[in-house]
């Protein structure tokens, strides 16, 4: 039996010409159970298959049957599906393999894992991504396909309404898809769909957290979380820091922060840290910072680039006030993050 490795029901947004704008996947499952995949075998072809009103409600209870429990809010609850406008489609994706992305609605499926906590950041194919998603004018109405806006626009004014533009991108804010429990946005215009927020994270007014990227929770962000960068539990991302991501100049390489670290107030990191680690507030640490690492058991010293500590644990990187030198010690004091300011309750 062929095995699926990603199945959803939902509802997405095309333009005149029919195009998708988006796919909001209120049921959606990882890896669905051996019997219920069987079915959706024989009813469904691989990809993305638009359905009638009678089709999506017959899929619906079928899958409502045969799933004990899902983490995702049900779309198998009564609706009356038959009266959408004609802007909106009913969809399935179903994926057997975790392929490189060809639709839009395939792209909106992945992006929904991974802000629904169903699959880890950098743990699943998302080539394609960027081709599959257009540019879309977000506002107050939905979806606006940005060709098809001024007329919108025109509309609006001579029904004495008012369309508020949030921004043209090709990522929507992830609240507007996806609320994950046990956690704080401060600014949801901050984090993209596709964010990983784990239980107890909380993003400040400041906050930034890009698709396919996240923390683990819990965790205190205050700075900018790149593409790729993941932040292990109990750290914190001090206010105006900065990842580098790949999509900024990091290369290939994945950074990432471990568990119980702290990065200062307007620092950053361009390499991976191990757990309890430090960088002091301003410092920027490149790959190929010239780093002094001091052996503070008979106070040595050598120049190493930083590429050289990626991932090591227990360091603290700082400024000399004087030289101007960055330096690296031996730190075994664990950031410990004030629990208050982590209760999402």
């Known amino acids: 039996m062929t095995k ?4 959803s029901l ?5 333009n005149k010409n029919g195009a998708y704008l988006d796919t909001f996947f209120p049921f959606l499952l990882h890896k669905p159970p051996d019997k219920l995949t069987g079915l959706l075998n024989d009813f469904l ?3 993305v298959s638009e359905l009638s009103a009678s089709e999506f409600a017959r899929i619906s209870k ?5 799933t004990a429990s899902v983490s995702v809010t049900s779309a198998t609850r009564p609706h009356n599906y038959h009266d959408l406008p004609s802007c909106k489609r009913l969809v399935a994706v179903k994926l057997s393999e975790d392929r490189d992305i060809q639709s839009t609605p395939e792209a909106y499926l992945k992006l929904h894992l991974l802000s629904h906590r169903l699959c880890l950041p950098n743990t699943i194919n998302l080539d394609g991504l960027f081709q599959q998603l257009p540019t879309v004018c977000w506002t107050s109405l939905g979806p606006i396909d940005p060709a098809e806006l001024n007329e919108r626009l025109l509309e609006a004014r001579f029904s004495d309404e008012h369309i508020d533009v949030h921004s043209i991108d090709k990522f929507p804010r992830m609240t507007n898809y996806v609320v994950p429990s046990g956690v704080r946005i401060a600014d949801a215009s901050r984090v993209r769909l596709g964010a990983y927020l784990g239980v107890g994270s909380t993003v400040m007014h400041a906050g930034f957290v890009n698709f396919n990227a996240g923390a683990l929770g819990p965790n205190m962000i205050e700075g900018r979380i790149s593409q790729g960068v993941v932040m292990g539990a109990n750290s914190d991302l001090g206010g105006s820091a900065s990842t580098m991501g790949t999509l900024s100049g990091g290369g290939k390489l994945k950074n990432s922060i471990g ?3 702290l990065v200062g107030a307007n620092a950053g990191i361009g390499i991976p840290l191990g757990d309890r680690c430090t960088v002091e507030a301003g410092l920027y640490i490149t790959a190929g910072t010239l780093v002094e690492v001091i052996d503070t058991s008979d106070n040595s010293s050598r120049i190493l680039k930083a590429r050289e500590l990626a991932g090591q644990s227990d360091l603290l990187f700082i400024r000399h006030s004087q030289t101007g030198k960055v330096l690296c010690r031996t730190n075994k004091n664990s950031i410990e993050l004030n629990d208050a300011l982590h209760s999402n309750n």
């Open 4 to 7: 699926i490795f990603a199945f």
């Open 10 to 14: 939902g509802i997405a947004c095309v």
């Open 45 to 47: 072809e691989e990809g």
């Open 62 to 66: 079928m899958v409502a049957e045969h």
């Open 259 to 261: 568990e119980n670290c």
